[in-house]
């Protein structure tokens, strides 16, 4: 509150008229009016908060706003606003439909909507910058009373939280919440689409230059790799003994390894030295044998071998298949986030071509849903 009006105040000399005006954001619109009790119930103009204080013209509107309370403890008050024929004064051929074009208006929409109140006196309407009271915000809760007159809203305070969790879901310390690919806007309808994991079936990153790479996981948190690009860049290995780089994919005892430090002695063994990767082949329905285990791509989607099988055109890999089930499948943990998210590639091969490097770009953000950092407590 400012320093005129609290002194207006103090001294019980106030000499105009107390004049409450109303903010009401409809969609990406806001609805300006005040109540209409100045002498002329015209319009009236008052500057707006910030620099450059433009004036704002409010349209007289009858409204009444009543329950407003101001206290420390209990429950947080709600107040009803009430606007006479509303539906009339937001539809066709009304002033605010002039400014502000609305169609297809209905009573609902308002709810949710942000209302703010902002009250001062008359003589102070055209004052630069703006005296007025401390701004009262509320949201629109529900539908209070509603007649062929008049329509009656209750609000509630912007910061009642009665029912409410923060951030409105249960806080989980390890395991991620949001659905795997639910929000991947390979969905295309947008109301089907859930939590935030955006991550699609392929092609899901890019590199600097605008290509995409295919990088797939498995729910072990192992990375599935093409053996057509695994087999051009391998090193096969005799024994023990032999130092390898960082990021060199070993062949050894017929099974694919990617060395996790420099200068790479280590035996297959130890897990601080390798990591495993997993190895895909493209599906063939020309009478292929597949045993459990055994890891293809068909229709851009990595699949895992449940059942031994000779391949043909009525087993090929499908979503509840009696011979495979897919192989791209969230671990749910921090870690299954990273080897998505933040895949770098060792070279510059895009597609089912790309290798996953050991370091990770850690400046990407993860949409992680859980709370790592948070503890139980009995």
Request: aromatic share 10%.
């Amino acid at each position: 509150m400012s320093q005129e009006l609290g002194i207006d105040t103090l001294k019980q000399e106030i000499s105009s008229g107390l004049v409450e005006l109303y903010e009401l954001q409809v969609g990406s619109d806001v609805l300006y009016f005040h109540d209409g009790k100045n002498e002329s119930i015209q319009n009236v103009e008052f500057r707006q908060p910030e620099s450059p204080y433009t004036l704002k013209t409010y349209l007289a509107l009858p409204v009444l706003l009543t329950g407003i309370e101001h206290k420390a403890d209990g429950a947080s008050p709600r107040p009803s606003l009430t606007i006479a024929n509303v539906e009339s004064i937001l539809k066709s051929s009304s002033t605010f439909q002039t400014d502000l074009n609305i169609t297809g208006f209905e009573l609902d929409d308002l709810v949710g909507a942000k209302l703010k109140r902002r009250r001062t006196l008359e003589k102070y309407l055209t004052s630069n910058p703006p005296i007025e009271f401390r701004t009262d915000t509320y949201i629109i809760d529900r539908i209070e009373d509603k007649n062929s007159l008049y329509v009656s809203f209750e609000l509630a305070s912007a910061f009642d939280l009665d029912g409410v969790r923060l951030p409105s879901r249960i806080v989980v310390g390890k395991y991620c919440p949001w659905k795997y690919q639910g929000a991947s806007t390979e969905e295309t309808d947008i109301a089907k689409r859930r939590g935030a994991c955006v991550w699609k079936s392929f092609g899901q990153i890019k590199n600097s230059a605008g290509a995409t790479s295919s990088v797939f996981v498995t729910d072990e948190d192992e990375y599935l790799v093409s053996k057509t690009a695994l087999d051009a860049v391998k090193v096969t290995v005799a024994g023990s003994g032999s130092s390898h780089a960082i990021n060199v994919v070993a062949l050894i005892g017929g099974k694919y390894y990617q060395s996790l430090i420099a200068s790479n002695n280590k035996e297959v063994t130890d897990i601080t030295a390798w990591r495993e990767l997993q190895v895909y082949t493209t599906w063939s329905a020309s009478s292929v044998s597949y045993a459990v285990g055994d890891f293809v791509l068909h229709s851009n989607i990595p699949w895992k071998t449940i059942r031994a099988n000779t391949s043909s055109a009525d087993n090929a890999p499908v979503q509840n298949s009696a011979f495979w089930e897919k192989a791209d499948t969230c671990g749910k943990l921090l870690e299954s986030c990273k080897k998505r998210y933040q895949a770098i590639g060792t070279n510059s091969n895009t597609g089912t071509s790309f290798i996953p490097a050991v370091s990770l770009d850690t400046v990407k953000t993860l949409p992680f849903g859980a709370f790592p950092g948070s503890r139980k407590f009995r």
